[in-house]
């Protein structure tokens, strides 16, 4: 599975918006926008975590839909993979 | 099917047991038999024929008959907040709000934060009323298996979608971030007075004022990527209050939209006209309605209801959401 390959580097940098392509899928872009609004206010360690998981999430609930994977692509086109 | 039915069509069709999302005045909504539907008030359309006012019939939404697996739900305050793990999964969820009722302004608010927010596809809209006939019946949302009527109270409709097919969310906004000032606001909410522009602490009501500022264009917010609105509601020179039909949130980075041009040509140039036939819901704002005066216009062959606010994930505003469903490849 792809996204359990994903370094926990890519997924903090995809948050941070280090990691900043144009996405497709409007769930992300929705999710990502609150992770970064989150983040302003919370970067503990223990915040990321969730954050990571919550992002990780949407894309093991999503990863049949096109447009996921195709944004899941650029991130790991991006970040590379383990 | 999505068009325009009259009431003893519609109670036809519930007879059948058809699953139907449904919106029209409150007197017609009145007049349906118990059964599998949800519905909200609003006499504003998206028809064939373009943006039309209609007080004597009622939008049909009839789900596809590959749906077999729905699940009816009402939602008080206290319970709001499970909306997004009600849903099935891969499957899609539509929610009907009151307008202005305390539900409508606590998930406007709170829905970013509540456990598995945007998880699943959940779209929907807010109920209205005609807006000649303000101060009498407010906004209204119907539960019809046993016809309950709600004004503070949400409607939703879980459905469970074949393993062969996926629903998807997205969104239509004819507005853009300008190249002004960056605005910012210190809490959450509907209404502010200060306002942060470019970083400045500002009398927000005295800068729109002073500035010119056409309130018909909404603020904008970059959601990496979607443009997510803020519209004006009214501005209260005496108390120096500004108020919004959407919260406004800490920390976001928002700019008065860029200018528009005509809508319709600039709607239909946005619309994906590949998806038009995929469209299984959707819904525009009573504000482009109005401000873009759409009546007897079509928008890039796309019907529903023009609403008080749409839903596509979290409140929206002065934009056009939809729902496909599509088999997977």
Known sequence: MEIEK?????????????????????????????LRLNLKHDSSTEAYRKYIDDLKSLFIRSQKIPSAQNDLKKIIGRGGIQ | MQRLYSVSD??????????????????????????HWIAGTIPYFMSEKGGELNSDKIFVNELPRYIKKIRLNTYRESSISKIYQDGFPGGLSIVIIPASSPIHLSFAINAPNYDNFAMQPLIGWISGINLNQSGQSGAKVFFGENNKILDNGAVAMHMELPQNKYAEIDIVNIFSQGDGDTITFDSNGFSVKDAYINGEKTDFADYIKNSGIDTKLPLVANYAGAMINISFQAID?????????APVFKGVEYKLAAPVGDYVTEFTRKMPTDDVDNIFFSCNCTLNYLYSELEGKSTGGVTGPITFGEIAYQLVNQTLVYATIRDFE
């Open chain 2, 237 to 245: 020179e005496t108390e120096k209050r500004v108020d919004f039909y």
């Open chain 2, 10 to 35: 519609v109670n036809e069709m519930i007879k059948q047991g058809k699953k139907l999302i449904l919106a029209g005045e409150e007197n017609l909504l009145r007049q349906l038999e118990p059964g």
């Open chain 1, 6 to 34: 994903i370094r926990k580097q890519v997924w903090i940098d995809t948050i941070t918006g280090k990691i900043d392509c144009e996405f497709e899928f409007l769930a992300l872009k929705i999710v990502l926008s609150r």
